[in-house]
Every structure is written in structure tokens, then in C-alpha cells.
């Protein structure tokens, strides 16, 4: 079985990576693979060069090109998910 689970804190600091880094700990204890996705790795990820650019040319990002990349690392998890995928 293969599980997406996206942390999403309110405000900076609420502990968001604390959870993650204990999830990953424990499902590793089991055996589990497991993909952590930290908030640092969106600029080097390929689904994300289009915020790279525009995060380098003046330092914002307009939220529809965040979600339009968000949306590409979906696309990327699900298509190498795809052989265990029911159809």
C-alpha cells in the first residue's frame, strides 16, 4: 500500500517537520520507504523549476505557479505509484 500524507501547519513553527521526521522514523522502523518532501527541497525538485525561476528574479512567487508545481510532484508520485494503482 502507498500513502500520501501532506503536513500543513497554520503558522511557521507549529512543529510540522517534528511530525514528519517522527512519521518517517516510525514507518521506516517498519519497513516502509518512505519519500519526505521538506520544505527546502522545493527549489531543487524538477516539478518546481518555474518557482525556482520566479522566486530568484524578484523574490515572490505568485500562489497559481506554487500550486501549478504542486500539482506536478502529484502527477510525478502517481506515476510511480501507477503499477500498484487499482484501475
Known amino acids: 500500500m502507498s500513502l500520501l ?3 500543513r501547519g497554520a503558522y511557521p513553527g507549529m512543529g510540522e517537520s517534528t511530525l514528519c521526521a517522527g ?3 516510525r514507518l521506516a522502523e517498519r519497513g516502509e520507504t518512505v519519500e519526505w518532501f521538506r520544505k527546502q527541497d522545493v527549489l531543487s525538485r524538477p516539478e518546481f523549476a518555474d518557482v525556482a525561476r520566479e522566486f530568484a528574479a ?3 512567487v505568485a500562489r497559481h ?3 501549478h508545481c504542486a500539482d506536478r510532484v502529484l502527477e ?6 501507477e ?3 487499482e484501475p
Open 76 to 81: 510525478t508520485v502517481l506515476k510511480r505509484l
Open 83 to 85: 503499477p500498484y494503482l
Open 65 to 67: 505557479a506554487f500550486h
Open 58 to 60: 524578484d523574490g515572490r
Open 23 to 25: 512519521l518517517v522514523r
Open 5 to 7: 500524507i501532506p503536513v
